[in-house]
């Protein structure tokens, strides 16, 4: 069965601009959550979509947005690029009634 | 909200001994309880979990214990090889039926360093 996939896996961006990274879950997982990942705050939740409705939200700000699509697939956007949107992002899926979430490798964003 | 702490942030062992790792968590809620392995380069790997209605949970050489009590779960590698070196994450959450669904608080991680 393939895992979580991610695209791209790398991105540097520039301060200002905008960036959609996407995350395509395992085969019959229709919730998908996002994560970042820094050194300093180690790994914090964004968000949680499942039917194509957000259903849990973390504590960033409104720049970090999401969405999902009918085929359970995901994006997250985040606009106006601070250098401290430097991180690796993680998207994880789940079947909505288990506990287990499997992550996949994730996309490495560099803001300059 | 949640609160994780993970002790230690780094672990030094020679290759055959045993590892812990130890997780404290603030919220009586959270009733699931994983553990990721991650490498570098890649995304965290789940290896154990265990849900609170459950003390103790084994897989080979891994294990992990859990005392709702005290709100604290370990990780107990025993016979540590150089493939274990990684850096592992404790979780922790209410599950799909709280009402935080999915939502996982994390440690802040241990480098575990295995010596051949």
Redesign the interface.
Known sequence: KAGVTQTPRYLIKTRGQQVTLSCSPISGHRSVSWYQQTPGQGLQFLFEYFSETQRNKGNFPGRFSGRQFSNSRSEMNVSTLELGDSALYLCASRRDSLYEQYFGPGTRLTVT | GENVEQHPSTLSVQEGDSAVIKCTYSDSASN?F?W?KQEL??????II?I?SNVGEKKDQRIAVTLNKTAKHFSLHITETQPEDSAVY?C?A?T??GGT??????????TILTVHP
């Open positions: 699931y994983p990721y380069g890649k995304g965290p790997q789940l979990d849900r994450f979780a959450s599950g799909p935080s669904y999915g939502k996982l608080t994390f440690g802040q991680g």
